[in-house]
């Protein structure tokens, strides 16, 4: 009866499998009719995008160099000062006057949009550092003279790739460890469960402060301590998934296929823990950028001079008189957390079952 | 009928706001329930019968869903599109409705008492200790036994069949007029159906309540009603009185339920067929740990020591109430769950096998459950769930052959082919079960258990299903294990017949011999509820 009617009658379909499944065809959709999250997350693709090529928009380097018929592009290569007729046989100092007159008696020089690179120091500030904003340093500069909108555009670069990296691998390690834990069960669970509690107990902030006091942090190292605490954020939600479907049917199933454990826990199990991952992937980013800028605040976070929007937030603090400083630094950190909260809270209502499983 | 009715519904629609069109679910429908009287309404899942059920209560997800035309009048008082303060006068007060699933309709965080007083002092404004005294007393009008100590009993610790006690001393805890039960038995086992329609027959005399019993099984309806309405598609088909509707149906779709019960099993396999699977003295033990260090103090002998033989092309079914270990037993017997025993197929020993001396075994054991909601990945496509096997052993070549492979087994269990590109959730359940039974057949095993592979489905749909498997065994020479509860599946399909309880086997035999002369009590019980729904006291 309903077996024969129940199911649409449209035989025209095409054999073809299209690549996205219906279910995530609806998520996608679900995802594109939050505005909100859908324009947030395309202002945070085109802002990253825009700092991927920070290097093209602020730097201390011109874009292009005619020297004499020949034409040179600093940004890729360091040319000797001797080249365009200077004393010198170190790299060229472009923002040097003198230089800038020798080349220009010859040829032309095309700047970046800011002549400021994250760690170029502005020697004929008029005012003493900070100086406030002018239309040479749009936000004026902090208080070692550099521009605040190259460090703004470098640091923001920095954190959300620092965030990136950190997010994801802790994620592929948080997955796999959960997914270890929720399939094998029993005695492996208890074990991992109890390591994992007490791991997740230690001091995180306490032992990167000690640490960075003994050796010197740098991305890497940093990336790495910070891994260490991190993995353990979806351990929980990928091993309540993994127990929770390892004796559903359709596993069961597949057990009585012959199918081996591996392909069964990537084939039927992973996709239902993915729900719970990329939910939750935005707002473990979003802890990642936090994280990174309290130790640049606290100043245990990267080498000193790495463009950094904690050390800007710090410099706000020690200069209350440029408000300059805190105002900006703020600003991009409120935008950039805000941005991703939407585009996560988008996703987290596109996976919601409710929406997708009618 | 002179007085006028409890409850006339007339000219009723549901329509539900969806995407891209809305759903009618149900289509001006008309009834009435007399004082004192059992409406029964009939239908297969899907047909709106539970949405007619809760829009009587007005418990629909509105605004979603709406009312374009009708009336529901309670003794003369229009209630459709009565305020919210009315309707919660009438709800638990003069309606009262107790839900299928008793699982999951008791709050599992408060006490017996304090659900069921709950509604009292909502309702009556009782003090704590009157609602105290009239929450025993209820609980003992449903018959739940110790009434005094399951008071503070948590719902986790009542057995299903106490649950729905509980549920029914809480929908009668303010003697309504109209009790609604929506599928009150469906996920109860057949000895524990049959008490508690006992219960509310008699509650109903007792109170002279009218009674509106939503069901898809007749059985029920024969035992209960006194009128029927038989609801397809949204539509109230037919509405007669009972001996009318079983003995002159005049709706075609009404006779085509009557009819939908499966056929006797008419082959006689070869008795002296060689072995295909047995097993001695097979147990599943599952430990109780107790104290801080979780020491083992006993087992749960959920399978004990059960001798069990299959010949080729024959049918053994396993028969026991939820809880008695069929399933397990189905399990262990594939090397699913670990067991204690001697299991052999075929040729070989199989018990202490490793994974990968039991991968080629499995090709020729294979298994259909009985939740076809729940047995296929809502991820992948049909192709690729009946695939998966033919890719595990290496079958069936390049892709264009397996894809013809599986074209050919979903004609057989009758798919439309050309749908192996779709997902689960576009079939309906009777076809899911087929898809279901087409990814174990495309390895061609010779034995197949059958895990209550009917249980899910509506009574027609089962019947397909019944004849889909026997026509299957035919052809193929098949041995099954068919474990179920439902005795009239059973008795279709079966040539020898195992019950169980409590791990233990009650009574084996030929099914003929088992039906006319079963030889133990339990047995006897379990018939006696599954075909009459008569109670009969079985002490264990």
Redesign the interface.
């Known amino acids: 009866?309903?077996?024969a009617q129940?199911?649409?009658n449209d035989?025209s379909?095409p054999?073809?499998?299209s690549l996205v499944?219906?279910?995530n065809r609806r998520r996608l959709a679900n995802f594109r009719s939050n505005k909100r999250g859908f324009w947030s997350l395309w202002i945070f693709l085109f802002l990253f995008v825009i700092s991927l090529f920070a290097e093209f928009i602020a730097n201390d380097k011109p874009l292009l160099v005619q020297f004499r018929g020949d034409v040179y592009m600093p940004i890729f290569e360091s040319y000797p000062e001797t080249v365009f007729g200077g004393d010198f046989e170190t790299e060229t100092e472009y923002r040097d006057l003198y230089v800038q007159e020798l080349i220009e008696a010859n040829g032309w020089i095309v700047w970046p949009l800011i002549p400021y690179s994250y760690d170029t120091i502005n020697y004929d500030l008029p005012v003493p550092a900070p100086a406030p904003p002018s239309s040479e340093n749009w936000l004026g500069t902090d208080d070692q003279a550099r521009d605040v909108v190259a460090r703004l555009l470098y640091g923001f670069r920095l954190s959300v790739l620092f965030g990136l990296i950190l997010a994801i691998v802790s994620s592929i390690l948080g997955v796999i460890a959960g997914a270890v834990q929720g399939y094998a069960g029993g005695v492996t669970d208890l074990i991992f469960q109890r390591f994992i509690e007490v791991w997740s107990g230690l001091p995180t902030l306490f032992l990167l402060i000690i640490l960075a006091s003994i050796v010197e942090p740098s991305f890497i190292l940093l990336l790495g301590l910070m891994l260490l605490f991190s993995w353990t954020a979806l351990v929980g939600v990928v091993r309540a998934e993994f127990l929770r479907a390892r004796n559903?049917?359709?596993v069961?199933?597949?057990?009585?296929?012959?199918?081996?454990n591996i392909s069964i826990m990537y084939?039927?199990l992973l996709?239902n823990a993915m729900v719970a991952t990329l939910t939750f992937l935005p707002f473990i980013l979003n802890g990642s950028v936090t994280t990174l800028t309290a130790l640049d605040f606290l100043g245990f976070g990267l080498p000193p001079g790495s463009p950094s929007l904690g050390e800007l937030l710090s410099q706000g603090k020690a200069n209350l008189q440029a408000p300059w400083l805190g105002f900006s630094g703020f600003a991009v950190l409120a935008v950039m957390l805000s941005l991703l909260i939407f585009i996560g809270e988008a996703v987290r209502d596109a996976f919601d079952p409710r929406k997708t499983?009618q | 009928m002179s007085r006028p009715p409890y409850l006339r519904v007339e000219n009723l629609s549901v329509t539900f706001h969806a995407e891209p069109d809305p759903i009618e679910a149900v289509r001006r429908i008309s009834f009435q329930v007399n004082e004192g009287e059992t409406l029964a309404i009939v239908g297969?899942?899907?047909c709106g019968k539970s949405v007619t059920a809760l829009s009587i209560m007005q418990l629909l997800p509105y605004p979603k869903a709406f009312h374009p035309h009708g009336s529901i009048e309670l003794e003369g008082e229009q209630i459709l599109g009565a305020d919210d303060r009315r309707l919660r006068e009438l709800r638990g007060n003069s309606i009262s409705m107790i839900f299928q699933e008793p699982m999951t309709s008791l709050n599992p965080l408060h006490t017996v008492e304090k659900q069921v007083s709950e509604v009292l002092s909502l309702h009556k404004g009782f003090n704590r200790s009157t609602a105290s005294r009239r929450t025993l007393e209820l609980l003992r009008l449903v018959g739940l036994q110790e009434a005094e100590s399951r008071l503070q009993a948590w719902p986790h610790q009542l057995s299903g069949g106490q649950r729905q006690r509980v549920m029914i001393a809480m929908a009668l805890a303010n003697e309504p007029k109209l009790l609604i039960a929506d599928e009150p038995t469906t996920a109860l086992d057949v000895t524990v159906q049959a008490q508690i329609l006992d219960l509310l027959h008699e509650l109903q005399e007792r109170l002279g309540m009218a009674m509106l019993l939503i069901t898809h099984d007749l059985g029920v309806v024969r035992k209960m009603a006194d009128r029927v309405c038989v609801m397809h598609e949204g539509v109230i088909v037919e509405d007669n009185d009972k001996k009318s509707i079983f003995s002159h149906p005049e709706h075609e779709y009404t006779r085509?339920l009557l009819e939908a019960e499966p056929t006797d099993r008419n082959i006689t396999p070869c008795p002296t067929a060689p072995i295909v699977l047995s097993a001695q003295k097979i147990s599943v033990h599952f430990p109780i740990q107790k104290g801080v260090l979780r020491r083992t103090v006993d087992h749960v002998r959920a399978v004990n020591e059960i001798d069990i033989e299959l010949r080729e092309a024959h049918t053994l079914g396993i028969v026991g109430e939820s809880g008695s270990g069929k399933t397990t037993l189905g399990?262990a017997l594939?090397r699913?769950l670990k067991s204690k025993g001697k299991i052999r197929f075929g040729e070989s020993d199989i018990q202490g096998f490793g994974?990968r001396d039991?991968?080629?075994l499995?090709?020729q054991?294979?298994?259909v459950?009985?939740?076809p909601f729940?047995?296929?990945?809502?991820?992948?496509?049909v192709g690729q769930?009946i695939e998966?096997?033919l890719l595990?052993?290496r079958l069936g070549g390049r892709r264009d052959n397996r894809r013809h492979m599986i074209s050919s087994i979903l004609e057989e269990v009758?798919i439309?082919p050309?749908?192996q590109?779709?997902?689960p959730?576009?079939?309906?359940?009777?076809?899911r079960q087929?898809i279901?039974i087409a990814?174990a057949m495309i390895?061609k095993p010779r034995c197949v258990v059958l895990d209550e592979p009917t249980s899910a489905l509506?009574r027609?749909?089962q019947a397909?299903i019944v004849d889909l498997l026997r026509d299957l065994q035919r052809r193929h020479n098949l041995s099954y294990l068919f474990i179920s509860h439902d005795l009239r599946v059973v008795r279709a399909m079966c040539d020898s017949i195992i019950v169980m309880r409590n791990g233990k086997v009650v009574e084996y035999g030929q099914t003929h011999q088992i039906f006319e002369y079963p030889r133990s009590e339990y047995t006897r019980a379990l018939i006696a509820a599954a075909f009459e729904l008569e109670t009969v006291e079985v002490f264990p």
């Open positions: 009866m309903s077996d129940s199911a649409h035989f379909r054999k073809t499998r499944s219906p279910l559903f049917d359709y069961r199933a597949a057990r009585a296929l012959g199918v081996s084939r039927h996709p499983l | 297969e899942s899907g085509h399990l594939l699913l994974f039991m991968r080629p499995r090709r054991l294979q298994i459950f009985q939740d729940s047995s296929l990945n809502p991820r992948l496509s769930i998966e096997g595990v052993h009758g439309e050309s749908w590109d779709r997902y959730h576009e079939f309906s359940g009777g076809q087929r279901a990814r390895l509506d027609s749909v397909q």
